[in-house]
């Protein structure tokens, strides 16, 4: 009796300390995760916001004038459909590059290549489809 | 006898202080009230962490960016320049049908009187910034008439994303441009279209690959925009 219920306990206790042992590392990979993303979210706050918006839903303080509405980053479905190299290509030398509109300019000039390999993962990431989503 | 020479102080005071009251110190008035907000000189920290932390456009090359006479009626009566203010993060607010300027968020700029105006604006004339921050003469006056000019900058090569050339027609988060002409020197609206970098090493600006014939085009039509109420 007395060491089925040590057995028990001992059982309890095992799997209260994994379960906290997995929520830490949890939280560290999420924490891990955010600092990962911290660089480039300020780049794409900087740049991308003004016409894709705070949701990155593609209604940014500008869109409202334009004729044409900039990409929804939030749109699992639209951005699978696009392949990672016409992503980089679209923000390097612009909408007109890949057959989209000229109000998407090229930021070849303003980031480095590395920065847009960068926010062409982040924007995977935000999507939550394409090759990041994979990993 | 010892009243005659306090007397003759005071009355030498009195004398000069209407000559001192009438010459507002500009240099002063940049120091106390502009410099808090605005880079006088270059600053050595021209990171992108910079950029989100200033409250407003450097003033260091204010002389080769802005007309004098503009910058004298414009501090007396600062009237909004970007509809999203500086830096334009920091003033939107989500809404279900999008991003919109949250209007009661932008800082409103101190108002200065006439003698202070003028003063300020003196003293901003001689901030030259760096040597070649701006090329005297790149600009080449041409007539472009404004329906070819406002067809490349609304349409062709896609400036109006961020700026209007016409009130309320473009976009928010860049200056808005219907009164460039009367704001900015031409030189100075050529260099910055050319590479705005240059200026703002980080700035949310692209730089696009104009041609020379391109950049006179847009130089010009913007150089042209004389009137607030431009149609």
Known sequence: ????????VGLFVLSASLLVAGLQIGARARADDDAKWAATEKLYNTYCVQCHGM???GKGINAKSMPVQPRDHSDPKGMGAIPDSEIVKAITYGGLSVNKSVLMPAWGKVLSAQQIQDLAAY??????????AKH | MGRIPILLCVAALTAA???LAGAADGDAILKQQCAPCHALSKPSDLSLERLWKRKGPDLYYAGVKFNQQWLVQWLQNPARIRPAGEFYFKHVK??????IVDIAALPRHPRLSKADAEAAAAALMALKGPDAMVSKGAFKKQ???ALIGAM????????????????NSG???GPELYDAGKRLQPDYIYAYIKAPQRFDPHIWMPQLDLSETDLQRLANYLAARQDAAAK
């Open chain 2, 143 to 145: 007539a472009v008439p």
């Open chain 1, 123 to 132: 924007i995977r990431h935000v999507c939550q489809c394409g090759a990041e």
């Open chain 1, 1 to 8: 009796m007395v060491t089925q219920y040590i057995r028990k």
């Open chain 2, 171 to 173: 976009g928010l988060s």
């Open chain 2, 17 to 19: 202080a209407p000559a």
């Open chain 1, 55 to 57: 949701n990155r839903n």
């Open chain 2, 94 to 99: 989500m809404t279900p049908g999008g991003d």
């Open chain 2, 152 to 167: 490349f900058f609304e349409k062709l090569r896609g400036c109006a994303a961020c700026h209007m050339d016409k009130p």
